[in-house]
């Protein structure tokens, strides 16, 4: 008979254990955590009371994680689940890496690029059923020193390292393609030791669930979600002092901004950048838009666009500032993306930590003067639907920590539906 698999984790690069709030909703239990970060791990400690969290750099608790989990006496993970960061990323090859640093026009490694060295030996060690690593899609693009100083494709450098004991695919996945209302690509890397995920990997080719969604509603599949679809109703908010918080939810809330900028952003059209505003003194509406042209390779906006009417004179409502040195006004530099309002009809872009921000890429509301609010991050992102408490000693956390933790979290849904599909084709494999 079949020896049934324990359901328990072992997480790393935890984060605040928002990502966990998947693996929680099928049963899963994290028995063993490492973080880096103090602030982390309090809300990770606070949510997950029953977790052991190992704070500190990887490098240095490499051996007390495995160490930690061999005392448990469970035998190996059921799912070891790593989200390490991948910063630096480089889309040259590996010879063309090497020659640059052989004629010292190599810029200096971002030694956190290099941490999927330490998950890879504890992976190796402590020989988990299944693998879950998930990073931006450029991963598949980073390039690494590995410890005898040679260099490799990151993605190459895990399966290489794993190939006798895994089996496995890594796919970039868009979020949209599984139900929710916001467009966030992702790397994820799912491996498997045990028989029935090596049968379902021969007979099917993947680990991923199915999609549920198609951005043009094909295959009898519903289209993408939209910001109409998941914010649409929501009350109104808007970034005036009063107006900026609903009082029957904490986090549906925006910040106050001057009222300079408040005229910016109300006289800014559905999918428009208020660099392209037009007067509104005369109502002329053929002042030269913005936008960006290439010099020498580089993106750059451009620097002729007109802050004053072409027609009357009279200042624009675009994004603009004294300058200290000369006492003038002039433009502020920046990209049409920012300080552009999202259109209803199609689906929120990538959440990042800077989503508060007005001049943040494409964050503002599509009818509303302010950004999406906290609350609606916390929606997108998926958290919202799952029960997580953003408090410590019985204080809410700050808004700052709280927008980094929606931007470089991930999406609990998605990990539910990976873990959900992992548990299914073990169930299946014991009938």
């Given at each position: 008979?079949?020896?049934?698999?324990?359901?328990?984790?072992?997480?790393?690069?935890?984060?605040?254990?928002?990502?966990?709030?998947?693996?929680?909703?099928?049963?899963?239990?994290?028995?063993l955590c490492?973080?880096?970060?103090?602030?982390?791990?309090?809300?990770?400690?606070?949510?997950?009371?029953?977790?052991?969290?190992?704070?500190?750099?990887?490098?240095?608790?490499?051996s007390?994680?495995?160490?930690?989990?061999?005392?448990?006496g469970v035998?190996?993970?059921?799912?070891?689940?790593?989200?390490?960061?991948?910063?630096?990323?480089?889309f040259?090859?590996?010879?063309?890496?090497?020659?640059?640093?052989?004629?010292?026009r190599?810029?200096?490694?971002?030694?956190?690029?290099?941490?999927?060295?330490?998950?890879v030996?504890?992976i190796?060690?402590?020989r988990p059923?299944?693998?879950?690593?998930?990073?931006?899609?450029?991963?598949?693009n980073?390039?690494?020193?590995?410890?005898?100083?040679?260099?490799?494709?990151?993605?190459?450098?895990?399966?290489?390292e794993?190939?006798?004991?895994?089996?496995?695919?890594?796919?970039?996945?868009n979020?949209?393609?599984?139900?929710?209302?916001?467009?966030?690509?992702?790397?994820?890397?799912?491996?498997?030791?045990?028989e029935?995920?090596?049968?379902?990997?021969?007979?099917?080719?993947?680990?991923?669930?199915?999609?549920?969604?198609?951005?043009?509603?094909?295959?009898?599949?519903?289209?993408?979600?939209?910001l109409?679809?998941?914010?649409g109703?929501f009350?109104?908010l808007?970034?005036k002092?009063?107006?900026n918080q609903?009082?029957?939810?904490?986090?549906h809330?925006?910040?106050?901004?001057?009222?300079?900028?408040?005229?910016?952003?109300?006289?800014?059209?559905?999918?428009?950048?208020?660099?392209?505003?037009?007067?509104?003194?005369?109502?002329?509406?053929?002042n030269?838009?913005h936008?960006?042209?290439?010099l020498?390779?580089?993106?750059?906006?451009?620097?002729?666009?007109?802050?004053?009417?072409?027609?009357?004179?009279?200042?624009?409502?675009?994004?603009?500032?004294?300058?200290?040195?000369?006492?003038?006004?002039?433009?502020?530099?920046?990209?049409?993306?920012?300080?552009?309002?999202?259109?209803?009809?199609?689906?929120?872009?990538t959440?990042?930590?800077?989503?508060?921000?007005?001049?943040s890429?494409?964050?503002?509301?599509?009818?509303q003067?302010r950004?999406?609010?906290?609350?609606?991050?916390?929606?997108?992102?998926?958290?919202?639907?799952?029960?997580?408490?953003?408090s410590?000693l019985?204080?809410?956390?700050?808004?700052n920590?709280?927008?980094?933790?929606?931007?470089?979290?991930v999406?609990?849904?998605?990990?539910?539906?990976?873990?959900?599909n992992?548990l299914?084709i073990?169930?299946r494999?014991l009938?």
């Open positions: 008979m079949t020896k049934p698999l324990n359901k328990y984790v072992l997480s790393l690069f935890s984060s605040a254990g928002v990502g966990e709030l998947g693996l929680k909703a099928n049963g899963l239990e994290v028995l490492n973080e880096l970060l103090p602030d982390r791990c309090r809300l990770y400690q606070h949510n997950f009371p029953s977790t052991s969290v190992l704070q500190g750099d990887i490098w240095d608790k490499e007390d994680i495995i160490k930690t989990w061999n005392e448990f035998g190996s993970p059921f799912i070891l689940y790593a989200t390490p960061p991948c910063q630096g990323m480089s040259n090859g590996v010879g063309k890496l090497q020659l640059e640093i052989r004629e010292g190599r810029l200096k490694e971002d030694p956190r690029n290099r941490l999927i060295i330490p998950t030996d504890i190796k060690a402590l059923q299944w693998v879950i690593l998930e990073n931006v899609p450029d991963m598949q980073t390039i690494i020193r590995l410890r005898d100083n040679s260099y490799c494709n990151i993605i190459d450098y895990i399966f290489s794993l190939k006798t004991l895994y089996c496995g695919f890594a796919q970039v996945i979020c949209l393609d599984y139900g929710m209302g916001q467009s966030r690509k992702r790397l994820i890397t799912i491996l498997s030791k045990t029935a995920g090596r049968n379902h990997a021969k007979i099917h080719g993947t680990f991923f669930p199915e999609k549920s969604h198609d951005e043009c509603g094909s295959n009898g599949l519903p289209k993408w979600l939209t109409r679809d998941v914010i109703n009350p109104p808007a970034s002092k009063g107006m609903d009082s029957s939810c904490f986090w809330y925006v910040p106050v901004i001057p009222e300079e900028k408040y005229w910016w952003i109300e006289n800014t059209p559905q999918n428009e950048t208020a660099f392209n505003n037009q007067c509104v003194e005369c109502g002329y509406n053929y030269r838009r936008g960006m042209c290439m020498n390779g580089i993106h750059q906006s451009l620097k002729d666009t007109p802050l004053y009417c072409e027609s009357c004179g009279a200042l624009l409502p675009r994004p603009s500032m004294i300058d200290k040195t000369t006492g003038k006004r002039r433009l502020i530099k920046g990209f049409d993306s920012a300080y552009r309002r999202m259109p209803w009809d199609k689906p929120c872009p959440l990042t930590q800077n989503f508060l921000y007005i001049s890429d494409k964050k503002l509301h599509p009818s003067n950004t999406l609010s906290i609350y609606e991050a916390l929606v997108l992102q998926s958290i919202a639907e799952y029960d997580y408490d953003f410590l019985g204080k809410p956390i700050t808004k920590l709280i927008c980094q933790i929606i931007g470089e979290s999406p609990p849904k998605i990990i539910d539906l990976i873990a959900h992992i299914e073990e169930r494999s009938i």
